[in-house]
């Protein structure tokens, strides 16, 4: 074979395409090794995003559980589709380990392919695995934000190749999966508009002309897309255990909102100066690099127009993530978290402008540029991400068994205790717990917290309570079957994790118990399952009875 033919072979689509799938199943291996071979080791999101999926397969939810139908609820439509489909073949845990693969894989072809097009294989597959290092951290767990790099790729992809219909329904995909992504494609849309209406303006538009069919669709799918969002978005605000969300001056006074809450709103209120320090100190060099993209860029842009409408985009991307993070401060918590729109955009101008920073061909550069380019990106990826492993996976592994014993529990009903015991039950053992770390994660809806906060508060004065008749009080009132019991704070009085302000209020209850009687510890051994040396668990129907 030829050095010609065998160029032609390296530089073929589907060579290409396969060589990504190669690249992204190491990857992929390669981060969640860990989480494939522990089946306790998984994304500590999971439990609040995708453990209601048992209701479909074995499950031992108490019916009419408030916490797992609100996040069911939360979910995007789309995202509650693909679940319900791919149910039939995974549990909860096991499709938060293996889907995250195919996001991956679908966002890095669409940048290969958007890529390749303009400045050749090598590029392209370097911008992949880039793109790969940048994004997959945000897509392990498979939950709906598992959706927003694929979306936001597909849409520059066909908006560069001018394909309308395959543009309009990544449009409306983005609403039934992801609107943050959305909102990101929304203000990309909108600035191409203005930029093309603006040399129009001082003719009052003489001689511009609109295109019709293309102004239909796009203008539908957004219309349509609208739609989604605003009837999603009442949904969640009328439904019983949801409702409104707390307003600005609220999320800003209250300190389960502050340093030390479960959601720091009040750390989100930075500037754009102080979130782009804190990348500087974080990752230097990352931050470094593109800086000088970005000159580069401005360069590229006035001495070559070949490639304006990939420049555009770049650009587009970073003002559309400035323009929302601004936004997202001003009508905060309307547009979500406004460090959100950095993260989900940041990367792809990371990576598209790394990719425009080597097609700028010179003599020299251009001969270098295969090698220099790919051993540029695989040297990043290892070194810069190479940290970035594992990131988002969290090994439970201390409580299996306890999980275990869980499993073999009799009945329905809910289980309550320290929320770091809990917080994985509905995952690993689909069973109902009355709160946990992760399903506050709905707590800035104002329904939401005040079914919430009197559970934890209840929970927090019967725990420490002297008095068994306050713990059975707590049992009667909850309908509570089983009570985990942590030996640690009973033994060696270590305080329990807790957002604030329960965290503070958990303390006032200790120093009112000084003597530390404990009604729970003076039980009889006989009402408790032992699980080890750390963990029991209490039988409250012995204990009424």
Same mark, same amino acid.
């Given at each position: 074979?030829?050095?010609?033919?065998?160029?032609?072979? $390296?530089?073929?689509?589907?060579?290409?395409?396969?060589?990504?799938?190669?690249?992204?199943?190491?990857?992929?291996?390669?981060?969640?090794?860990?989480?494939?071979?522990?089946?306790?080791?998984?994304?500590?999101?999971?439990?609040?995003?995708?453990?209601?999926?048992?209701?479909?397969?074995?499950?031992?939810?108490?019916?009419?559980?408030?916490?797992?139908?609100?996040?069911?609820?939360?979910?995007?439509?789309?995202?509650?589709?693909?679940?319900?489909?791919?149910?039939?073949?995974? &549990?909860?845990?096991?499709?938060?380990?293996?889907?995250?693969?195919?996001?991956?894989?679908?966002?890095?072809?669409?940048?290969?392919?958007?890529?390749?097009?303009?400045?050749?294989?090598?590029?392209?597959?370097?911008?992949?695995?880039?793109?790969?290092?940048?994004?997959?951290?945000?897509?392990?767990?498979?939950?709906?934000?598992?959706?927003?790099?694929?979306?936001?790729?597909?849409?520059?992809?066909?908006? $560069? %190749?001018?394909?309308?219909?395959?543009?309009?329904?990544?449009?409306?995909?983005?609403?039934?999966?992801?609107?943050?992504?959305?909102?990101?494609?929304?203000?990309?849309?909108?600035?191409?508009?203005?930029?093309?209406?603006?040399?129009? $303006?001082?003719?009052?538009?003489?001689?511009?002309?609109?295109?019709?069919?293309?102004?239909?669709?796009?203008?539908?799918?957004?219309?349509?897309?609208?739609?989604?969002?605003?009837?999603?978005?009442?949904?969640?605000?009328?439904?019983?255990?949801?409702?409104?969300?707390?307003? !600005?001056?609220?999320?800003?006074?209250?300190?389960?909102?502050?340093?030390?809450?479960?959601?720091?709103?009040?750390?989100?209120?930075?500037?754009?100066?102080?979130?782009?320090?804190?990348?500087?100190? &974080?990752?230097?060099?990352?931050?470094?690099?593109?800086?000088?993209?970005?000159?580069?860029?401005?360069?590229?842009?006035?001495?070559?127009?070949?490639?304006? &409408?990939?420049?555009?985009?770049?650009?587009?991307?970073?003002?559309?993530?400035?323009?929302?993070? $601004?936004?997202?401060?001003?009508?905060?918590?309307?547009?979500?978290?406004?460090?959100?729109?950095?993260?989900?955009?940041?990367?792809?101008?990371?990576?598209?402008?790394?990719?425009?920073?080597?097609?700028?061909?010179?003599?020299?550069?251009?001969?270098?540029?295969?090698?220099?380019?790919?051993?540029?990106?695989?040297?990043?990826?290892?070194?810069?991400?190479?940290?970035?492993?594992?990131?988002?996976?969290?090994?439970?592994?201390?409580?299996?068994?306890?999980?275990?014993?869980?499993?073999?529990?009799?009945?329905?009903?809910?289980?309550?205790?320290?929320?770091?015991?809990?917080?994985?039950?509905?995952?690993?053992?689909?069973?109902?717990?009355?709160?946990?770390? %992760?399903?506050?994660?709905?707590?800035?809806?104002?329904?939401?917290?005040?079914?919430?906060?009197?559970?934890?508060?209840?929970?927090?004065?019967?725990?420490?309570?002297?008095?068994?008749?306050?713990?059975?009080?707590?049992? !009667?009132?909850?309908?509570? %079957?089983?009570?985990?019991?942590?030996?640690?704070?009973?033994?060696?009085?270590?305080?329990?994790?807790?957002?604030?302000?329960?965290?503070?209020?958990?303390?006032?209850?200790?120093? %009112?118990?000084?003597?530390?009687?404990?009604?729970?510890?003076?039980?009889?051994?006989?009402?408790?399952?032992?699980?080890?040396?750390?963990?029991?668990?209490?039988?409250?129907?012995?204990?009424?009875?």
């Amino acid at each position: 074979m030829t050095a010609k033919r065998y160029l032609k072979i $390296l530089s073929s689509d589907w060579f290409g395409a396969f060589a990504v799938l190669l690249f992204c199943l190491g990857y992929f291996t390669f981060f969640e090794r860990d989480a494939l071979t522990n089946h306790y080791i998984v994304n500590d999101d999971a439990a609040q995003h995708i453990a209601w999926m048992h209701k479909w397969g074995e499950h031992q939810f108490t019916p009419g559980d408030p916490l797992n139908e609100v996040a069911e609820v939360i979910q995007p439509w789309g995202y509650q589709a693909v679940c319900r489909v791919v149910s039939l073949l995974f &549990d909860p845990v096991e499709l938060s380990k293996y889907l995250p693969f195919f996001t991956l894989l679908a966002a890095t072809l669409f940048c290969f392919f958007l890529v390749k097009k303009r400045f050749g294989t090598f590029v392209a597959f370097s911008a992949a695995v880039l793109l790969a290092g940048a994004t997959f951290e945000r897509m392990v767990g498979f939950n709906a934000r598992a959706f927003a790099f694929p979306l936001l790729l597909a849409f520059i992809f066909f908006w $560069l %190749e001018k394909r309308t219909v395959a543009l309009s329904v990544a449009v409306v995909l983005s609403a039934l999966f992801y609107p943050v992504a959305l909102l990101v494609e929304f203000v990309i849309i909108g600035l191409a508009v203005m930029l093309k209406l603006l040399p129009y $303006l001082r003719h009052r538009f003489r001689g511009f002309h609109f295109e019709k069919k293309k102004i239909a669709w796009i203008g539908g799918a957004m219309l349509i897309s609208m739609v989604i969002a605003f009837t999603k978005s009442r949904q969640i605000e009328t439904h019983e255990w949801i409702g409104q969300a707390y307003s !600005k001056s609220e999320l800003m006074s209250m300190d389960e909102f502050g340093k030390s809450g479960r959601v720091n709103f009040q750390w989100e209120n930075k500037s754009v100066a102080d979130v782009l320090m804190d990348d500087f100190r &974080d990752r230097p060099y990352g931050f470094a690099v593109v800086l000088l993209m970005l000159g580069l860029l401005v360069a590229e842009r006035f001495s070559n127009p070949k490639h304006r &409408d990939f420049d555009q985009v770049i650009f587009s991307v970073v003002f559309a993530g400035v323009f929302l993070f $601004l936004a997202a401060k001003v009508l905060l918590f309307k547009l979500f978290l406004p460090l959100r729109y950095f993260t989900y955009t940041y990367p792809v101008f990371f990576t598209l402008g790394f990719a425009r920073l080597l097609g700028i061909r010179r003599r020299f550069w251009q001969a270098w540029l295969p090698g220099i380019s790919l051993a540029g990106a695989m040297l990043f990826t290892v070194f810069f991400f190479y940290k970035k492993a594992g990131n988002g996976l969290v090994n439970f592994s201390g409580y299996t068994a306890l999980y275990q014993a869980i499993d073999r529990l009799p009945g329905n009903g809910v289980i309550a205790g320290p929320p770091a015991m809990c917080d994985q039950v509905p995952l690993f053992c689909g069973r109902s717990v009355l709160f946990s770390n %992760e399903a506050c994660h709905a707590l800035y809806f104002k329904n939401y917290w005040a079914l919430l906060k009197p559970r934890l508060t209840d929970f927090i004065d019967a725990y420490t309570s002297p008095d068994i008749a306050e713990v059975k009080h707590f049992i !009667k009132k909850y309908q509570v %079957e089983y009570l985990l019991i942590d030996h640690e704070f009973f033994e060696e009085q270590e305080p329990i994790y807790f957002f604030q302000p329960l965290a503070g209020y958990h303390r006032s209850k200790l120093q %009112e118990n000084s003597g530390r009687r404990f009604a729970l510890r003076q039980l009889p051994e006989a009402y408790f399952i032992r699980v080890n040396e750390y963990f029991s668990i209490l039988d409250c129907k012995k204990l009424m009875d």
